[in-house]
């Protein structure tokens, strides 16, 4: 079978290389085009990218796939599949159903729930206690189409969004590989969505970071884990914005006001408007690098009583 992959960065990365080491033939790859990143600027290649040089794969990188070249290209490939994980652009109906078999996306959240750019931070903000990834065939809506293949894992108290990020990425590789297998075989048992059970995941903006502690300390410690490695809450400590990286819910108890630390030792125990506290465990100042709180007490004094901020 002549596959097409569409698909841009980490996350998209095991699930080529899956198709790989299965033995599927693989006869080009389309990614986003070379972006500059650093300091220097310097232009930088996607992950997949880089994956599909190291595997001597075709790289195709059209600024868009609205174009009449984008469809010449995959008409020359003549694949039989094409299959798009986070690839990062809007696929027009001919590109779609080119392909004999048209093509199928993996989509990290358990579908209908979560469709859209950003279903694992919002799995973690909204405090789910499950996420996954479904396999399904690619309409024009918004990860509307038929579903194939489902596999779940569990979301535990501190994981952040980074860290289900990479278990979705490798369990995504496992669905892909068994989807693949089973329209080999003639298996697959499309089911459409339910759209009375579809919520929407949209794209994470910096307005989010600002934390409000006057929610409960659960929707807090959410929103911290949600929002790490990107874009980061962030706060005001007197008078200067940090970002919090990462927190756990607190056994501390105190009458204090929302915001107020109540305790500094070893972590910074915030009050939230449930009465109930976080501990804030790795921090960073505007300009430096991240640390744990444990280390960034050992340089700075933070007196007890003092309100974290919005900011």
Same mark, same amino acid.
């Given at each position: 079978?002549?596959?097409?992959?569409?698909?841009?960065?980490?996350?998209?990365?095991?699930?080529?290389?899956?198709?790989?080491?299965?033995?599927?033939?693989?006869?080009?790859?389309?990614?986003?085009?070379?972006?500059?990143?650093?300091?220097?600027?310097?232009?930088?290649?996607?992950?997949?990218?880089?994956?599909?040089?190291?595997?001597?794969?075709?790289?195709?990188?059209?600024?868009?796939?609205?174009?009449?070249?984008?469809?010449?290209?995959?008409?020359?490939?003549?694949?039989?599949?094409?299959?798009?994980?986070?690839?990062?652009?809007?696929?027009?109906?001919?590109?779609?159903?080119?392909?004999?078999?048209?093509?199928?996306?993996?989509?990290?959240?358990?579908?209908?729930?979560?469709?859209?750019?950003?279903?694992?931070?919002?799995?973690?903000?909204?405090?789910?206690?499950?996420?996954?990834?479904?396999?399904?065939?690619?309409?024009? !809506?918004?990860? $509307?189409?038929?579903?194939?293949?489902?596999?779940? =894992?569990? /979301? #535990? %108290?501190?994981?952040?969004? +980074?860290?289900?990020?990479?278990?979705?990425?490798?369990?995504?590789?496992?669905?892909?590989?068994?989807?693949?297998?089973?329209?080999?075989?003639?298996?697959?048992?499309?089911?459409?969505?339910?759209?009375?059970?579809?919520?929407?995941?949209?794209?994470?903006?910096?307005?989010?970071?600002?934390?409000?502690?006057?929610?409960?300390?659960?929707?807090?410690?959410?929103?911290?884990?949600?929002?790490?490695?990107?874009?980061?809450?962030?706060?005001?400590?007197?008078?200067?914005?940090?970002?919090?990286?990462?927190?756990?819910?607190?056994?501390?108890?105190?009458?204090?006001?929302?915001?107020?630390?109540?305790?500094?030792? !070893?972590?910074? $125990?915030?009050?939230?408007?449930?009465?109930?506290? =976080?501990? /804030? #465990? %790795?921090?960073?100042?505007? +300009?430096?690098?991240?640390?744990?709180?444990?280390?960034?007490?050992?340089?700075?004094?933070?007196?007890?009583?003092?309100?974290?901020?919005?900011?």
């Amino acid at each position: 079978m002549r596959i097409v992959f569409m698909g841009t960065p980490e996350f998209s990365v095991p699930c080529l290389e899956r198709l790989v080491s299965d033995g599927e033939e693989v006869v080009g790859v389309f990614t986003q085009p070379d972006k500059p990143k650093g300091r220097g600027y310097e232009m930088a290649f996607s992950p997949v990218k880089e994956c599909a040089i190291k595997h001597n794969i075709p790289v195709f990188q059209p600024k868009s796939m609205k174009t009449g070249e984008a469809l010449e290209i995959l008409k020359q490939l003549n694949p039989d599949l094409s299959i798009v994980v986070a690839y990062g652009k809007i696929l027009p109906a001919d590109v779609l159903y080119a392909p004999k078999y048209n093509s199928i996306n993996i989509h990290a959240s358990l579908l209908p729930r979560y469709r859209g750019s950003a279903p694992i931070q919002w799995c973690v903000i909204n405090g789910e206690k499950e996420s996954g990834v479904t396999s399904m065939l690619m309409d024009e !809506g918004v990860d $509307t189409g038929d579903m194939l293949i489902k596999d779940s =894992v569990e /979301i #535990t %108290e501190n994981m952040t969004a +980074g860290e289900l990020h990479d278990k979705l990425s490798e369990l995504g590789a496992e669905v892909l590989s068994k989807t693949v297998r089973a329209l080999k075989n003639g298996e697959l048992k499309p089911v459409k969505q339910n759209d009375d059970e579809s919520c929407y995941a949209p794209m994470l903006t910096k307005e989010l970071c600002p934390v409000d502690f006057t929610k409960s300390a659960q929707v807090v410690h959410n929103s911290i884990r949600g929002l790490s490695p990107w874009p980061v809450a962030t706060a005001v400590l007197d008078g200067k914005k940090v970002k919090i990286h990462s927190s756990v819910l607190s056994q501390f108890t105190s009458q204090a006001q929302a915001g107020e630390i109540v305790r500094a030792d !070893g972590a910074l $125990t915030v009050m939230c408007g449930d009465g109930k506290c =976080v501990d /804030i #465990t %790795e921090i960073q100042l505007e +300009g430096k690098k991240k640390m744990s709180v444990k280390d960034f007490l050992l340089g700075h004094k933070v007196e007890i009583g003092t309100i974290m901020e919005r900011g």
